[in-house]
């Protein structure tokens, strides 16, 4: 039951919802703090990696490669975002993988090579941001990771033209034939052939960080925020808290 309604709550779709409730309070985040002892002193690849694999060994979070990726085209600065997966991080940086050749992404990234990584734990009531620059890998990196996944997986990469407008073939038809066409299109041209080539459209983006952001969730709003931040032109960070 709500706690309070807002005079005008009547005339919004959707008002201070809290769950599967319609309107409330928001739940307390009361499963764990955040102090600097508690983090790595030096790397935040090393600190990262840490509560990845305490996520992923969590039964509370179920694919902690999911990652929210964030891009803005330049010079109208408009920004765009979807849900990504993490397959890769290194001493370098994140790596993702997707189509670079048509989608927003490739568009906006071609005029602004800024990107950002959100992760969220809702289980253990942690985020990770990450915010720095991405650049395409080496096709043989790329190679490596297409061979992991399915055939179908394959071929769909070579399919897709993504993000391009789809045309209806006619009517009961909303352009997902076209779709379907380009697949068999695939199929034929790769009929037999297990070992598949990665569309050299396609491939992986690394996100090199500039800082990374872990944040736990706190009672009353006062979450633990702790910021590493990459000392210009070196491999060394600055650690500080931030105010919630």
């Known amino acids: 039951m709500a706690l309070h309604t807002a005079k005008d709550a009547a005339n919004k779709l959707i008002f201070a919802p809290a769950g599967k409730e319609a309107q409330g309070q928001a739940a307390q985040f009361q499963k764990g703090h955040l102090t600097r002892a508690d983090l790595d002193a030096t790397s935040p690849v090393r600190q990262f990696h840490a509560w990845f694999a305490a996520a992923q060994q969590s039964d509370q979070v179920a694919h902690p490669e999911t990652s929210t990726l964030s891009t803005a085209a330049l010079p109208s600065g408009r920004v765009?975002?979807?849900?990504?997966?993490?397959?890769?991080?290194?001493?370098?940086?994140?790596?993702?993988?997707?189509?670079?050749?048509?989608?927003?992404?490739?568009?906006?990234?071609?005029?602004?090579?800024?990107?950002?990584?959100?992760?969220?734990?809702?289980?253990?009531?942690?985020?990770?941001?990450?915010?720095?620059?991405?650049s395409r890998i080496t096709a043989e990196e790329s190679q490596a990771y297409f061979d992991t996944r399915a055939r179908g997986s394959r071929v769909g990469a070579w399919s897709s033209r993504q993000s391009q407008v789809l045309e209806p073939a006619g009517e009961g038809d909303d352009g997902r034939k076209q779709l379907e066409g380009w697949v068999k299109e695939s199929e034929a041209k790769f009929e037999g052939q297990e070992k598949i080539p990665v569309p050299e459209f396609w491939g992986g983006l690394r996100l090199v960080p500039e800082s990374i952001e872990f944040w736990q969730g706190r009672e009353s709003r006062l979450h633990d925020r702790f910021v590493y931040t990459r000392k210009e032109g070196t491999d060394e960070w600055s650690l500080e808290r931030l105010s919630p």
């Not at 890769?88 to 490739?106: H, Q």
């Not at 568009?107 to 990450?130: I, K, Y």
């Open 80 to 134: 765009s975002a979807r849900v990504v997966y993490l397959k890769e991080l290194d001493a370098e940086g994140f790596v993702i993988y997707s189509n670079f050749g048509t989608s927003r992404k490739a568009a906006d990234l071609a005029s602004n090579p800024w990107a950002a990584l959100t992760f969220w734990w809702e289980g253990l009531e942690r985020q990770v941001r990450v915010e720095g620059r991405a």
